[in-house]
């Protein structure tokens, strides 16, 4: 039976670990390739880094990054943060990226997401949407959730599929950094109105928030940061949990 | 003993060599080429794949000898190969992504896309999911049954043979993820993405 994943996200700025609350806010806690294995050593089932800044930053500490990681780490990495073109994401690959996570780029320019998934086959390309309620819809957001877009997230997310993206990362901008859970209506109405994979992430403060991702969100992977990252939690707990609560998981 | 690992510019092998590179501990000589010559001159030849069956057979074609050069180490010198993912539904003799594509037919069969059962699957099969060993595998040796192993695959592998198939997997039906036809082996999921377990996949290879 397939398993649903945890996957720790570490969000990096200039080679360190932070994670924001609501993308501001920026705390550091620690170096990413010790991060990331003690992630995987504990069994951590994908391991996720986001270069938050990368758009307006000094990019190349994330290649370093990746590539030491990658010599650490046997589970699946995936890289997202100011992924542009196909040269990005190909030098992200070569530097031992597993997948390659796609947010302002995908929606400025589609093509990017078809080309990709051409080039380099659907299971390294992640489509990451940010989407922000509004009234009874969501709305994407572009540029780690600085830039509306007035795009209907549904909708993209659809077009996305079609597009070639092999799976779905998809952040409430609501909840993120909020510690009050996923928004579950989000990720359960984007789940049923795509076939590929849904990860949820933004939100979680425990461990119920990811057992509701899976059971109510019909998400096939929860992401989570700030619960791993600040001790509250370890993924091998995280697992314990979601399988005393008869959720499918790898321990 | 060397070891090579195909370089056909299909997909991104930068896991499977550093997978390689940490079993071996520079003990065995990983070469990541597709140099005909050198391939000849391997004990031991891995042949991942990532992409479409046809991107992966289109590159395959694309370095001229390199097919008849793999034919010439699996089939008449019969020394050990690895497929991985898509480099083991290359073994086919034919797959049905994109376009209807020739394999390499080492292992009579075909690669046709897993049964959604109407979109109660999501494709791809993405994740850790089980092996259940069916039958004795050298490269399963200390491995047990029902391991977890990484997948990532919209496609499946059904050999005419069963006798060829070591291990499957449940989603949707029961997958082929592992075969074995004498010199050649081949694993539908990412050992080199498999956390310990795979690597110890990996060591088993190398050790054949």
Request: aromatic fraction near 6%.
């Amino acid at each position: 039976m397939l398993k649903n994943r945890i996957i720790p996200c570490l969000d990096v700025k200039n080679g360190r670990v932070v994670k924001g609350i609501n993308f501001v806010d920026l705390k550091d806690a620690g170096d990413p390739v010790e991060q990331a294995k003690i992630y995987s050593d504990g069994g951590a089932d994908e391991i996720c880094f986001l270069d938050i800044t990368a758009s307006n930053e000094n990019r190349d500490t994330i290649y370093d990054v990746v590539e030491k990681t990658s010599k650490k780490c046997f589970v699946p990495l995936t890289v997202g943060g100011g992924v542009r073109s196909l040269e990005d994401i190909n030098k992200l690959l070569n530097c031992g990226a597993d997948k390659v996570s796609i947010n302002t780029a995908a929606v400025k320019n589609p093509e990017v997401v078809k080309d990709s998934s051409k080039k380099f086959g659907s299971q390294c390309i992640v489509v990451a949407i940010d989407a922000k309620r509004s009234g009874n819809k969501w709305e994407i957001f572009t540029h780690g959730g600085r830039n509306k877009t007035g795009i209907d997230a549904i909708q993209f997310s659809k077009k996305m599929e079609e597009s070639g993206a092999g799976e779905l990362l998809v952040t409430s901008m609501d909840r993120d950094g909020t510690q009050v859970g996923y928004d579950i209506e989000l990720m359960s109405k984007i789940s049923s109105n795509v076939n590929i994979p849904v990860i949820a992430s933004g939100g979680v403060g425990n461990l119920d928030h990811l057992v509701d991702g899976i059971k109510l969100g019909n998400a096939s992977a929860v992401l989570a940061a700030s619960i791993f990252h600040y001790g509250k939690y370890s993924v091998k707990e995280a697992k314990e949990y979601l399988d005393s609560k008869g959720i499918p998981v790898r321990i | 003993m060397n070891i090579t690992i195909v370089d056909y510019k299909s997909g991104n092998i930068s896991s499977v060599i550093n997978s390689f590179n940490e079993v071996t501990k520079d003990k065995v000589k990983i070469e990541v080429t597709s140099d005909i010559n050198k391939i000849k001159l391997s004990d031991k030849v891995v042949l991942p794949g990532q992409g479409s069956f046809k991107s992966c057979v289109d590159g395959l074609n694309n370095i001229n000898g390199l097919v008849d050069t793999l034919n010439e180490f699996v089939i008449n010198v019969k020394k050990p190969l690895l497929g991985i993912c898509v480099g083991l539904q290359m073994f086919a003799d034919i797959g049905y992504e994109e376009t209807e594509t020739k394999g390499l037919g080492w292992i009579s069969g075909k690669v046709s896309k897993i049964d959604n059962q109407n979109g109660k699957y999501k494709l791809p099969h993405i994740g850790w999911n089980q092996i259940n060993i069916i039958k004795e595998s050298s490269i399963f040796k200390g491995i047990e049954n029902n391991s977890h192993m990484y997948f990532v695959h919209s496609y499946e592998f059904i050999p005419k043979d069963k006798n060829v198939i070591s291990a499957t997997t449940d989603y949707s039906s029961n997958l082929v993820c592992a075969v074995e036809k004498e010199n050649i082996f081949g694993t539908q999921f990412h050992p080199e993405k498999s956390d310990k377990t795979g690597l110890n996949i990996i060591s088993n290879f190398i050790n054949l």
